[in-house]
Nanobody, 123 residues
Framework: QVQLVESGGGLVQAGGSLRLSCAAS????????MGWFRQAPGKEREFVAT???????YYADSMKGRFTISRDNAKNTVYLQMNSLKPEETAVYYC?????????????????WGQGTKVTVSS
């Protein structure tokens, strides 16, 4: 059974940092794009960042310079370092794997999803 399990969410003050992790099991995703999305209450799921098998990274414009995505293929794990967090970034953050084709910035392109980890940024 394929599973993506996120961890590292929690409560942080505005301007603070959090590091999210996503551990995959059940199959290897070393050749897949691994991405992070987030969904705030009442809003659609939005793209945060993604990373290719070779380490190429892509970010939503508002995250550039503050968020860093990385991966450890040997551990089948992807990370998201988030700095200078803002209250409006309070959301459930999801890890996802894209094993096929499709735009890397669209949630519909990703085949596997974790259950999400909640991030709350207080003002």
């Amino acid at each position: 059974q394929v599973q993506l399990v996120e961890s590292g969410g929690g409560l942080v003050q505005a301007g603070g940092s959090l590091r999210l992790s996503c551990a995959a099991s059940g199959r290897t995703f070393s050749s897949a794009f691994m991405g992070w999305f987030r969904q705030a209450p009442g809003k659609e799921r939005e793209f945060v960042a993604t990373i290719s098998w070779s380490g190429g990274t892509y970010y939503a414009d508002s995250m550039k310079g503050r968020f860093t995505i990385s991966r450890d293929n040997a551990k089948n794990t992807v990370y998201l370092q988030m700095n200078s967090l803002k209250p409006e970034e309070t959301a459930v953050y999801y890890c996802a794997a894209r094993t096929g084709r499709g735009s890397i910035g669209y949630a519909s392109s990703y085949d596997y999803w974790g259950q999400g980890t909640k991030v709350t940024v207080s003002s």
